[in-house]
């Protein structure tokens, strides 16, 4: 079956560490997203992808990293200079083209919590 | 910017009562709007769509219309069920691109 998966569902990390977030789709779609949501804000956009070897920050991307080395994978890496990095972090894929919108299909989440 | 604005919730209804939630929005164009469903501990799914002014979009049950003159896209369900209970979000896409804008969601919670 066709889909996007992020592992692992739940991570812990020690305050001051870096931790790398895994996306990965078959979907065959060029361009991939990473949210972060928090109780009661919704999703907020970190970075995003629209081809191989590129990709654009979003409207949250300050203390994160992303790779787009491959189609299939998006990488998020949750760095210590992010100040409040314990959230459900999402990752969402879509086609790319003419047409006015893509629908977005999200992975399952992976929620990090840092103590 | 672009924004959405949700009523908020949560939203509590017995089993086969009538669903409103409100959604308007801010954009400098013409949106595409959304609404996506989220059960409790997954991911996001599109729950239905609607790309220009009077579109319906609708699923499972669901609908919602295009009011471009209220800037509004409220979503409504006839008769809920217990599965129904989520939480939904609205968005919007504008220039032609892929990306998003959320609203904060509402957690709908159905009893029987």
Redesign the interface.
Same mark, same amino acid.
């Given at each position: 079956d066709g889909g996007?998966t992020?592992s692992p569902k739940y991570l812990f990390r020690k305050e001051g560490q870096n931790v790398t977030l895994s996306c990965e789709q078959n979907l065959n779609h060029d361009?991939m997203?990473w949210y972060r949501q928090d109780p009661? $804000?919704?999703?907020?956009?970190i970075y995003?992808s $629209?081809i191989v070897n590129d990709f654009q920050k979003?409207d949250i991307a300050e203390g994160y990293s992303v790779s787009r080395e491959k189609k299939e994978s998006f990488p998020l890496t949750v760095t210590s200079a992010q100040k409040n990095p314990t959230a459900f972090y999402?990752c969402?894929s879509?086609k790319?083209g003419p047409s006015?919108?893509?629908?977005?299909?999200?992975?399952?989440?992976t929620r990090l919590t840092v103590l | 910017g672009d924004s959405v604005t949700q009523m908020e919730g949560p939203v509590t209804l017995s089993e086969e009562a009538f669903l409103t939630i409100n959604c308007t929005y801010t954009a400098t164009g013409y949106p595409s709007l959304f609404w996506y469903v989220q059960y409790p501990g997954e991911g996001l799914q599109l729950l239905l769509k609607a790309t220009k002014a009077d579109d319906k979009g609708s699923n499972k049950g669901f609908e919602a219309t295009y009011r471009k003159e209220t800037t509004s896209f409220h979503l409504e369900k006839g008769s809920v069920q217990v599965s129904d209970s989520a939480v939904y979000f609205c968005a919007l896409s504008e220039g032609g691109g892929n990306k998003l804008t959320f609203g904060t969601g509402t957690q709908l919670k159905v009893e029987l």
């Open positions: 996007i992020q361009a997203y009661g $804000q919704g999703l907020r956009l995003y $629209q979003g999402l969402a879509s790319t006015s919108y893509n629908e977005q299909f999200f992975g399952p989440g | -």
